[in-house]
C-alpha cells in the first residue's frame, strides 16, 4: 500500500493559533518530515474558507504551495486533494501546472473534481452552477489539460470553456503529462469521467461504499472499454491513532478542545461525531486491521490527514513506526 500525507495549510483550522509569519516554516518542516519517511506525497486542499465554518483564520491556496513546496522538496509527489475545476480556467491551470511539473523535476499529481463548497464559490464570484453544469466543467476542463500536456495545444469549442489553439510549453516532464486524479463518488458522471480519463480515483475510504463505487467504476470501465484494472484506487482518511484506546480518547479530546475556539459547539459536536465514526481510529493493530480489509478491495493508496499535525507529531509517528511498515 502507498500513503500521502496532507501537509496543514489552515482549511481545517489545522493551523489555528499559529503566528501567520510561522505558518509556512510549519509546513515547509512537515513537508520534508513527509520525505523523509516513507510517505510517497504531500498533499494540500484547493479551498479558500475554512471548515466546518467560514472564519478569519488563514487558509493557504493550493497552487502557490505546490510552487513552493517543488521548489523546497525533492522526492515527495505533489498532489491537491482536490482541485475545483471552476475556480481557474482550464487552460490556465494547465500551463500554471505544467510549470511546476518543471520546477519540481516531474513530480505533480493533477487531482481535480467539479466542487462543492457554495459559500467559497459565492464569496468569490463564481456564482454556483447545478452539480450537471459544474460536472460538464470537470470533463471539458480535463480534455483540454489532457491535451495541452500530451500535444502541447488544445483547441475546444465547448458549453463551459472555449479554447483555440492555447499552446503548453514546455510540456511537463512526465511522459504523458501529469497524472489526474479523478476525484468524487458521483455514480452518474463522476465515475464515469473517471473512467474515461483518471490514472487514479478518489472515493469513500469506508469498506461498504468504496466496494459499491469500485464496481460502478468497474462499469463504466467495461462500457467505455479503459482498463479498469489500470486505475489506482484511493481515499482520504482523518487518523486518530493512540497506543491505547485512552490515547485515541485524549486525541479526540484534544481535537474537541482545539475547535470550539473557533467553531459553534454543535458544529464542533458534529465533527467529533463524524471522527469517531472514521474507519482509521483507534491503536495501530486496528488501524493495520481495516486498512487490510481496505487493501482486499482495492484501495491501494492512502492519503492520510492527521488533526494535530502542526502541534504534535507523535501519532503520525506511531503510524509510520507501526502502521505503514505492516501494509508495505
Known amino acids: 500500500m502507498r500513503f500521502g500525507l496532507f501537509v496543514p495549510q489552515g482549511w481545517r483550522l489545522d493551523l489555528a493559533g499559529i503566528d501567520p509569519a510561522d505558518h509556512w516554516a510549519t509546513m515547509l518542516d512537515l513537508a520534508r518530515f513527509a520525505e523523509a519517511g516513507p510517505f510517497e506525497s504531500i498533499w494540500v486542499y484547493d479551498h ?8 478569519d483564520e488563514a487558509t493557504h491556496e493550493a497552487w502557490s504551495l505546490m510552487a513552493a513546496f517543488g521548489a523546497a522538496t525533492r522526492r515527495v509527489r505533489l498532489g491537491q486533494m ?6 481557474r480556467n482550464p ?11 518543471v520546477i519540481s523535476g516531474g513530480r505533480v499529481e493533477m487531482g481535480i473534481g467539479a466542487g462543492w463548497y457554495e459559500h467559497e464559490w459565492r464569496a468569490y464570484g463564481y456564482g454556483f452552477p447545478s452539480a450537471g453544469e459544474r460536472l460538464g466543467q470537470l470533463e471539458e476542463g480535463v ?35 501529469i497524472p489526474l486524479w479523478i476525484a468524487g463518488g ?23 461504499e468504496f466496494e459499491h463505487k469500485s464496481e460502478v467504476l468497474a462499469a463504466h470501465c467495461r462500457d467505455l472499454g479503459t482498463d479498469f484494472d489500470a486505475i489506482v484506487r484511493s481515499a482520504n482518511y482523518n487518523v486518530v491513532i493512540g497506543e491505547t484506546e485512552k490515547d485515541v480518547r485524549d486525541r479526540l479530546s484534544w481535537m474537541r478542545s482545539h475547535h470550539a475556539k473557533y467553531v ?16 482509521l481510529v483507534g491503536t495501530p493493530e486496528r488501524i493495520v486491521e481495516r486498512l487490510t480489509e481496505l487493501r482486499d478491495l482495492g484501495m491501494t493508496y492512502a492519503i492520510t490527514n492527521f488533526a494535530e499535525a502542526a502541534y504534535d507529531r507523535s501519532g503520525i509517528e506511531l503510524f509510520t513506526n507501526k502502521v505503514v511498515p505492516a501494509l508495505s
Open 91 to 101: 487552460a490556465y491551470l494547465a500551463k500554471v501546472a505544467a510549470t511546476i511539473d
Open 48 to 55: 479558500f474558507h475554512t471548515v466546518p465554518v467560514p472564519t
Open 143 to 177: 480534455r483540454i489539460m489532457r491535451d495541452l500536456w500530451t500535444t502541447g495545444t488544445a483547441t475546444l469549442q465547448g458549453r463551459h470553456y472555449q479554447v483555440d489553439g492555447a499552446i503548453c510549453r514546455p510540456l511537463p516532464l512526465q511522459d504523458g503529462g
Open 82 to 87: 482536490c482541485t475545483c475545476m471552476g475556480y
Open 264 to 279: 459553534p459547539g454543535d458544529r464542533v459536536d458534529a465533527m467529533i461525531a463524524a471522527a469517531e465514526r472514521g474507519p
Open 186 to 208: 458521483g455514480e452518474k458522471k463522476t465515475l464515469r469521467i473517471a473512467a474515461r480519463f483518471a490514472a487514479y480515483t478518489n472515493f469513500a475510504g469506508n469498506p461498504g
